[in-house]
């Protein structure tokens, strides 16, 4: 069973940087792929990047702006959000599953507890 925990979240004004962390827990990390998604009040959750040994993809909403990437021997992910902006503002999930990434969640086994993102204007 892959636990995972999420770390990093928190209120950060509009244009600042937020890192996010995921360490999964059981499991073999590097036979995963990461995703990231988000929610906002209101609305459905939707995709924001994943990353595999093929490489990332990211959401149009946020290609620039943030990073995926992972550290195999720390058994973590980190989700780097650069010039964030108020629309970014929602609980970010990170998800995994095994084999190649997917945009979709229905597609991910397993999913952290969520944190909070708010960016202020």
């Known amino acids: 069973q892959v636990q995972l925990v999420e770390s990093g979240g928190g209120l950060v004004q509009a244009g600042g940087s937020l890192r996010l962390s995921c360490a999964p827990s059981?499991?073999?990390?590097?036979?995963?792929?990461m995703g990231w998604f988000r929610q906002a009040p209101g609305k459905e959750r939707e995709f924001v990047g994943a990353?595999?040994?093929?490489?990332?993809a990211y959401a149009d909403s946020v290609k620039g702006r943030f990073t995926i990437s992972r550290d195999n021997a720390r058994n973590t992910v980190y989700l780097q959000m650069n010039s964030l902006k108020p629309e970014d503002t929602a609980v970010y999930y990170c998800?995994?599953?095994?084999?190649?990434?997917?945009?979709?969640?229905?597609?991910?086994?397993?999913w952290g507890q969520g944190t909070q993102i708010t960016v202020s204007t």
């Open positions: 998800a995994a599953r095994l084999g190649s990434r997917s945009r979709s969640a229905e597609d991910y086994y397993y």
């Open positions: 059981g499991g073999i990390f590097s036979s995963y792929a």
């Open positions: 990353v595999s040994g093929g490489g990332t």
